[in-house]
Nanobody
């Protein structure tokens, strides 16, 4: 099992910045993907950014050049913190952001954190 705990988020004006963090604990060595998704009201949950199994990154076209995903590996293999640095925020970035991890057999989600960008 893997546990995810998010922090960050909030409200900001367009053009501003926010940073999201997600602490992973448990059997994180089993994870192939670690990343962030978001879901706006009335829309499906979409990928924002993620680390792939080969340590490469994938970004949604809409956030390329504005968002940066990074991670800090803890001193033990059971701890990792994932970050999402969001700059030049736009009103259309408003959504609930979810931390995500996927192994070969399971998918794990954080509880979600609200990001609201006012025009």
């Amino acid at each position: 099992q893997v546990q995810l705990a998010e922090s960050g988020g909030g409200s900001v004006q367009a053009g501003g910045s926010l940073r999201l963090s997600c602490s992973f604990s448990g059997n994180i060595v089993s994870l192939i993907y670690m990343g962030w998704y978001r879901q706006a009201p009335g829309r499906q949950r979409d990928l924002v950014a993620r680390f792939n199994g080969d340590r490469s990154t994938t970004y949604a076209d809409s956030v390329k050049g504005r968002f940066t995903i990074s991670r800090d590996m803890g001193e033990t293999t059971g701890e990792t913190t994932l970050h999402l640095e969001m700059n030049s925020l736009k009103a259309e970035d408003t959504a609930v952001y979810y931390c995500h991890g996927r192994s070969r057999s399971f998918t794990f989600w954080g509880q979600g954190t609200q990001v609201t960008v006012s025009a």
